[in-house]
């Protein structure tokens, strides 16, 4: 069983920079391609970031491209999501989850393991 605890969630002003972590208790963690989505009240859990098991590759939604990076440390079973000039519209709980499979996607219900949530809220 892959379980998953994000962190580094907080309340900032628009033009401010969070890093979220996610910190994954797998014993074959390089083997699960991560990804980071996110959920606003009242809409659909959308997608935000993914990387490939190795960290060389990376795909972005275009909402946050340009403003948000997305990095592992397989030494430390541990996925970043770094969010650069947030804007209120970024305010949502975000979710980093787990797949164990080399093509990337962007479908919520194509992966297996979920943390938590934590809430990000930017004002303006």
């Known amino acids: 069983q892959v379980q998953l605890v994000e962190s580094g969630g907080g309340s900032v002003q628009a033009g401010d920079s969070l890093r979220l972590s996610c910190a994954g208790s797998?014993?074959?963690?390089?083997?699960?391609?991560m990804a980071w989505f996110r959920q606003a009240p009242g809409k659909e859990r959308e997608f935000v970031a993914q990387?490939?098991?190795?960290?060389?590759?990376?795909d972005y939604a275009d909402s946050v491209k340009g403003r948000f990076i997305i990095s592992r440390d397989n030494a430390k079973n541990t996925v970043y999501l770094q969010m650069n000039s947030l804007k209120p519209e970024d305010t949502a709980v975000y979710y980093c989850?787990?797949?164990?499979?080399?093509?990337?996607?962007?479908?919520?219900?194509?992966?297996?393991?979920w943390g938590q949530g934590t809430q990000v809220t930017v004002s303006s």
């Open positions: 989850a787990a797949r164990r499979t080399v093509q990337f996607t962007t479908t919520p219900g194509s992966y297996d393991y």
């Open positions: 797998v014993r074959a963690f390089t083997h699960y391609n």
């Open positions: 990387i490939v098991f190795s960290g060389g590759s990376t």
